[in-house]
């Protein structure tokens, strides 16, 4: 039977259970000081795979001017279902970069080689970031306030804003991409 606390939560009685795993605590949480202690399960690169990237993507796709042999698509939200969903990536990208710089977080599970010679491995992306760990978190937080932006239009229903928006966040991702995936990359001079 249940009883509730002085809270208005259910006090279960004591059960007699198997041990329980001790839990991974992020290096730099609160968990000593009795504030909230957070269990790091994806890594930064399957963050990025998982929610960052297909949010992303999914606000690009919103808008777009596509030539076809049938002439041009306009694409863009047009009810109300579709600027739900087009809101919800932009939810989903903004509390992403938040979750992209909890302390501990590792860049990969396990090595990952470098896919091209201009790319870093796992283990130089993650020291990389360690050593520019205030540089990570700006970038973190820009795309964060970019994803706001983007919030913005899309609460105003401005799909041409929102297209606008759409290359800003593509400029804060490929920034830190250079920065700290492939850092080697020589990019042609823009005239």
């Excluded at 290096?27 to 890594?43: E, N, Q, V």
């Amino acid at each position: 039977m249940a009883v509730l606390g002085a809270t208005g939560l259910a006090c279960l009685p004591a059960r007699r259970s198997a041990p329980q795993p001790e839990l991974a605590v992020a290096p730099g949480s609160d968990a000593g000081s009795g504030g909230p202690s957070f269990r790091l399960t994806a890594s930064i690169r399957e963050l990025m795979d998982a929610e960052i990237d297909p949010a992303a993507d999914h606000l690009w796709d919103a808008v777009a001017s596509i030539s076809t042999r049938a002439g041009m698509e306009e694409r863009q939200p047009r009810t109300a279902e579709a600027w739900h969903e087009v809101r919800r990536h932009a939810l989903t990208l903004i509390e992403a970069t938040n979750l992209l710089v909890m302390r501990g977080r590792k860049v990969s599970a396990t090595y990952l080689p470098a896919a091209s010679p201009d790319e870093l491995d796992s283990t130089e992306a993650q020291r990389s970031i360690e050593a520019n760990w205030e540089s990570f978190v700006g970038l973190a937080q820009i795309l964060g306030d970019v994803g706001t932006k983007a919030l913005g239009t899309i609460d105003a229903k401005d799909p041409a804003a929102l297209f606008e928006v759409g290359s800003e966040i593509d400029a804060v991702c490929e920034s830190c991409h250079l920065t700290f995936w492939y850092p080697k990359r020589v990019l042609p001079p823009t005239n």
